[in-house]
């Protein structure tokens, strides 16, 4: 190794923080007193350093003026398992079999960008319990509680656990969902109430969620300001908004949906994320906060062939002042396909190369088009595949 490298190496090391070295940082690899070949040296220093970590060992996160840079993720339906209904190995069971890595294989091609934010919110549809007991659906989801492992070693925080298929197995499937993602550190909203998420940084997320189906429209009105107000009160700085509604496989929000994002941001949310469409939908800023109409599906074991397998996740970040207050600080998508195979759908969402993510954005683009020709709503000019502004 020349003089002028390992000199520098040296000195990047010293400015890494003692616990970033002593936990990340395999100092076998000075045995006798030898350094190690230079690549070897190099993957070492750069992964002993967390995704928030400038070279000097600062948190980019944290800002001169006291203020806090959040990074959320968002993403649409994950459903694992199968219909315990009946009988015979289910779809997802199968591809479990084929994966090397467990359940930690629908996350393992998105993990790593998860893991470089502050929080990543799914929307989780299905069940997480062992009973047998199941309604009249004709599509009723549930996988074993130890399942839950594909959430937690995909770096996923938090889920929308509001939907048409979280009770799918009754009040006693809901019961155990529940009691499974607590049991593993995972914050949930739905029917049962609001929750709040904190990040490393100390910023109180709240999240709400809603399924709007059987007159459910009405009720949503009366309350939404309220349990905002009511998040608000309980000290959250950002809130956001998880709602199922519309119609399967549509492209564009139906006029009902629209004046109720608009409603939502209005009572003082500062995210709306959609799902239930199975299809991604235009994203509209309105009042500069964002509607996500739907993230589409996203690993759904639902479906082995189906006939759109495009997706994206939404990143945001906000910047939250010492005063409390959260202001948008921009967004960027990441195209991806909800699997990792061109004929089939392995449950593996998979990010997109340049060339697919430019179809992606330009499909958008198109949908944004129709969403304002139908309902005059301002859609976002564009859809970043980079963050436009660094810190």
Same mark, same amino acid.
């Given at each position: 190794?020349?003089?002028?490298?390992?000199?520098?190496?040296?000195?990047?090391?010293?400015?890494?923080?003692?616990?970033?070295?002593?936990?990340?940082?395999?100092? $076998?690899?000075?045995?006798? *007193?030898?350094?190690?070949?230079?690549?070897?040296?190099?993957?070492?220093?750069?992964?002993?350093?967390?995704?928030?970590?400038?070279?000097?060992?600062?948190?980019?996160?944290?800002?001169?003026?006291?203020? #806090?840079?959040?990074?959320?993720?968002?993403? *649409?339906?994950?459903?694992?398992?199968?219909?315990?209904?009946?009988?015979?190995?289910?779809?997802?069971?199968?591809?479990?079999?084929?994966?090397?890595?467990?359940?930690?294989?629908?996350?393992?091609?998105?993990?790593?960008?998860?893991? =470089?934010?502050?929080?990543?919110?799914?929307?989780?549809?299905?069940?997480?319990?062992?009973?047998?007991?199941?309604?009249?659906?004709?599509?009723?989801?549930?996988?074993?509680?130890?399942? #839950?492992? #594909?959430?937690?070693?995909?770096?996923?925080?938090?889920?929308?656990?509001e939907n048409n298929h979280v009770m799918d197995h009754g009040d006693a499937g809901?019961?155990?969902?529940?009691?499974?993602?607590?049991?593993?550190?995972?914050?949930?909203?739905?029917?049962?109430?609001?929750?709040?998420?904190?990040? !490393?940084?100390?910023?109180?997320?709240?999240?709400?969620?809603?399924?709007?189906?059987?007159?459910?429209?009405?009720?949503?009105?009366? $309350?939404?300001?309220?349990?905002?107000?009511?998040?608000?009160?309980?000290?959250?700085?950002? +809130?956001?908004?998880?709602?199922?509604?519309?119609?399967?496989?549509?492209?564009?929000?139906?006029?009902?949906?629209?004046?109720?994002?608009?409603?939502?941001?209005?009572?003082?949310?500062?995210?709306?994320? *959609?799902?239930?469409?199975?299809?991604?939908?235009?994203?509209? +800023?309105?009042?500069?906060?964002?509607?996500?109409?739907?993230?589409?599906?996203?690993? @759904?074991?639902?479906?082995?062939?189906? !006939?759109?397998?495009?997706?994206?996740?939404?990143?945001?970040?906000?910047? +939250?002042?010492?005063?409390?207050?959260?202001?948008? =600080?921009? @967004?960027?998508?990441?195209?991806?396909?909800?699997?990792?195979?061109?004929?089939?759908?392995?449950?593996?969402?998979?990010?997109?190369?340049?060339?697919? $993510?430019?179809?992606?954005?330009?499909?958008?683009?198109?949908?944004?088009?129709?969403?304002?020709?139908?309902? *005059?709503?301002?859609? +976002?000019?564009?859809?970043?595949?980079?963050?436009?502004?660094?810190?």
């Amino acid at each position: 190794m020349k003089t002028h490298m390992l000199a520098a190496l040296v000195l990047l090391i010293l400015l890494l923080p003692g616990a970033c070295l002593g936990e990340a940082l395999d100092l $076998s690899l000075f045995e006798n *007193g030898e350094p190690p070949a230079a690549e070897v040296w190099e993957d070492a220093v750069f992964e002993s350093l967390a995704w928030y970590q400038r070279e000097d060992g600062s948190d980019w996160r944290l800002l001169d003026d006291g203020s #806090v840079i959040v990074t959320v993720s968002a993403t *649409g339906d994950v459903t694992i398992g199968g219909d315990t209904r009946k009988s015979g190995k289910n779809v997802f069971d199968k591809q479990l079999d084929k994966e090397t890595s467990g359940l930690a294989f629908p996350m393992e091609n998105v993990a790593d960008i998860f893991a =470089a934010d502050d929080m990543t919110i799914v929307n989780f549809e299905g069940t997480l319990t062992n009973t047998k007991s199941a309604t009249s659906n004709t599509y009723s989801f549930a996988a074993p509680p130890e399942y #839950v492992k #594909v959430l937690t070693s995909g770096n996923i925080e938090a889920v929308s656990l509001e939907n048409n298929h979280v009770m799918d197995h009754g009040d006693a499937g809901y019961e155990d969902t529940c009691e499974t993602l607590d049991g593993a550190g995972i914050a949930y909203s739905g029917h049962l109430g609001s929750t709040t998420f904190t990040t !490393d940084t100390g910023i109180s997320i709240g999240m709400l969620s809603y399924q709007t189906f059987n007159g459910k429209y009405d009720d949503i009105y009366a $309350s939404i300001e309220g349990d905002i107000a009511a998040l608000r009160s309980a000290g959250c700085q950002i +809130v956001i908004v998880s709602y199922h509604w519309g119609d399967e496989k549509d492209y564009v929000p139906n006029e009902r949906q629209v004046p109720l994002g608009h409603a939502t941001i209005d009572a003082g949310a500062d995210l709306v994320i *959609g799902h239930h469409s199975h299809r991604m939908n235009p994203i509209e +800023v309105y009042n500069g906060k964002y509607i996500c109409y739907s993230l589409g599906n996203f690993s @759904f074991a639902g479906n082995t062939k189906p !006939d759109d397998m495009d997706t994206y996740i939404f990143q945001q970040r906000f910047r +939250v002042y010492p005063d409390g207050t959260a202001e948008n =600080a921009g @967004f960027r998508i990441i195209p991806c396909s909800i699997s990792s195979q061109e004929d089939y759908n392995d449950f593996k969402p998979t990010p997109m190369d340049s060339g697919e $993510s430019a179809r992606v954005v330009e499909r958008l683009l198109e949908l944004n088009q129709e969403m304002q020709d139908t309902y *005059g709503v301002t859609a +976002v000019g564009d859809y970043p595949t980079e963050w436009l502004t660094t810190y």
